[in-house]
C-alpha cells in the first residue's frame, strides 16, 4: 500500500471540507471500517513476519496521522461560527407568535371607536385621594352611597374614612374604585370644550364571582360644551356602542342614580333575550362644574363609565369574569 499517497489525499480532501458533515464523510473514507487503511490491516496477517513488522508500524504512523488531522478539523468546527454547523436540511422548528391579551383587544377597539367620535385619550392615578373619588364627585362622608364602591383605603395617616377634616387632604389615599374622578381632574386643568375619555384599572374590595372581580379596567368618558343634551349623548353612544358591538344591537336606556350626575342613566343592551347593563352615564351635576371653578350656569356636560371586561365577555363570549386574569395559556391561547 502506497501510504505516501494514501496521506497527500487525504490531506489534500480534508482541504475541501467546510462543514461538519463533510468532515464527517472524510473520517468515514479515510478512518473508517471500509477505509482503504482498515483493508490493509486486515491484510496484514499474510504476510511474513519483517514485512508485518515494518509495514504494521508504518500503516499505524499514517492512522496516527490521520486521526490527529481530524481531530484538529473537528475542533476547527466546534471552535468556528455556528453558520459552518447549520444543517438547511433539518426541519424548521416552530417559532410560537406572541399576542395581545383579550382585555387589551376589548379596551382597544373601545377606545378607537371613541377616537373616531374625537375624544381624547387621558390617564389618571390609580392611587387616588379621599378628595378625588369621593368628595369633589359629591359622594360625602358617611353617605351611603358610599357604599356603592367597595374601597380599599391604603394605610395613611387618617386611617377613618369619615375622619378627613380638611376638604383637599392629600393623606387621605385609596385604590381607585372607579374612573370618574379623572373626570376632576382634567376639568381642573382644562376649559371647555372638551371630550375626553379615560381607561385604566380599577379595585374594589368585594369577594370575586363569576361577574365580579376585585380588579377591573373601566372607560370614563366626559364631554363638556355649551348646549350639550341628553339627547346628544343618546346618539353619540348610539354610534360608539354600535361601533363596538355590532349595528344590530338594541339599547335601553332607564333612569338610574350616580351623585354626580343628574339625571343619571345605565344603559342596557339585549343579548339573547337579555338585558344586560353596559354603563352608567348621566348629565354632569353642576356641582362638579362650580368645585373645579368653571363659571356659572355657563357649561353642560355628560359622563359615562362602562367596564370593559363587560364588553369583553360580550365579544368573545367568555362566561366568567375570572379567566382574564387567570393566566391561563389554554384560555389565552384562543384569542
Ligand atoms: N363611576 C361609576 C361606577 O363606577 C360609573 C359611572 C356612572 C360613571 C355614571 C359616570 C357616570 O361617569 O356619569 O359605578
Redesign the pocket.
Known sequence: MDFKQLLTQAQNDLKQVSCEAELESWRIKYLGRKSGLASFFKTLKDLSDELKKRQGQQANEVRQQLQEWYQKASQQFSNSSTVSILDYTRPGKKITQGHLHPLTLSLRKIIKSFEKLGFLVVEGPEIETEYYHFDA?RIFPDHPARD??NTFWLDSKNKTPSARKTKKDEEKLLLR????PV?IRYMEQHIPPLRIISPGR?FRYEATDATHNFQFY?V???MVDEHITLAGFKSLITMALKSILGDNILLRFRP?Y?P??TP???VDVKIAGKWIEL??????HPDLFKVVGYENNKWQG??????VERFAMLNFKVDDIRLFYSSDVRFLEQF
Open positions: 364627585l356603592m364602591w374604585a372607579h374612573t370618574s373626570q380599577c373601566q370614563e368618558g366626559l338610574s350616580f354626580f350626575v343619571g342613566i345605565e354603563l352608567g352615564a348621566g348629565m354632569v355628560f359622563a359615562f363609565g362602562l367596564g
